[in-house]
Nanobody
Framework: QVQLVESGGGLVQAGDSLRLSCAASGRTVSSYVMGWFRQAPGKEREVVAAKSRSGTTYYADSVKGRFTISRDNAKNTVYLQMSSLKPEDTATYYC?????????????????WGRGTQVTVSS
């Protein structure tokens, strides 16, 4: 099993940047496909970005060119670098991990989830 703890959320202005961290314990992040998801009030959870064990990445169209997912195996941490933030990026962001494939993670089928970190972007 792996335990995931997100951090780095906060209140920022439109156009700002923010980096979210997902610290893993129990097992190494290199053993999993890692994903970042978000859920805004009244909306369904959606995938933001995912990274396979081999390094293949997936990004939602809404964040392509603005967000970058990365993994630091030495620190056992996954990051989501967010730039050019927009008010519509406001949501609770969750880190997730799954031993399966990238396609499953993109569909939200993850075995392990963090508790989330709030990101609020003001206009």
């Amino acid at each position: 099993q792996v335990q995931l703890v997100e951090s780095g959320g906060g209140l920022v202005q439109a156009g700002d940047s923010l980096r979210l961290s997902c610290a893993a314990s129990g097992r190494t992040v290199s053993s999993y496909v890692m994903g970042w998801f978000r859920q805004a009030p009244g909306k369904e959870r959606e995938v933001v970005a995912a990274k396979s064990r081999s390094g293949t990445t997936y990004y939602a169209d809404s964040v392509k060119g603005r967000f970058t997912i990365s993994r630091d195996n030495a620190k056992n941490t996954v990051y989501l670098q967010m730039s050019s933030l927009k008010p519509e990026d406001t949501a609770t962001y969750y880190c997730a991990a799954d031993p399966g494939g990238l396609a499953s993670v993109v569909r939200g089928r993850c075995d392990y989830w963090g508790r989330g970190t709030q990101v609020t972007v003001s206009s």
